[in-house]
């Protein structure tokens, strides 16, 4: 019903920057909130940032000051521009998002299928 499909990812050295998108399609009404989740090897999966349907944020300690979540509701579309980079950051990064359906029913928990982001030292 909802397709997410992340993108921006790949190597960068240690202080550069990348910009993560996520991009929704399938029978989406509007986007409520999106979050971006990271997995590194070996450790579980861990929130990054989350934006409500209002446009508030939050983030992880680890990352505020340095990574901006934002969305474009037109688009169906949320980024994640990542600056100051560390190689700690390394990880697989993946879009979540809930949405309201064409025919006005709720779904949440979709989830893409990640993209690589590679902070050399």
């Known amino acids: 019903q909802v397709q997410l499909v992340e993108s921006g990812g790949g190597l960068v050295q240690a202080g550069g920057s990348l910009r993560l998108s996520c991009a929704a399609s399938?029978?989406?009404?509007?986007?409520?909130?999106m979050a971006w989740y990271r997995q590194a090897p070996g450790k579980q999966r861990e929130l990054v940032a989350h934006?409500?349907?209002?446009?508030?944020?939050k983030y992880a300690d680890s990352v505020k000051g340095r990574f901006t979540i934002s969305r474009d509701n037109a688009k169906n579309t949320g980024y994640l521009k990542m600056n100051s980079l560390k190689p700690e950051d390394t990880a697989v990064y993946y879009c979540?998002?809930?949405?309201?359906?064409?025919?006005?029913?709720?779904?949440?928990?979709?989830w893409g299928r990640g993209t690589q982001v590679t902070v050399s030292s």
């Open positions: 934006i409500t349907s209002g446009g508030s944020t």
């Open positions: 399938g029978r989406i009404f509007s986007i409520n909130a």
């Open positions: 979540n998002a809930d949405a309201f359906l064409n025919g006005g029913s709720f779904a949440a928990g979709y």
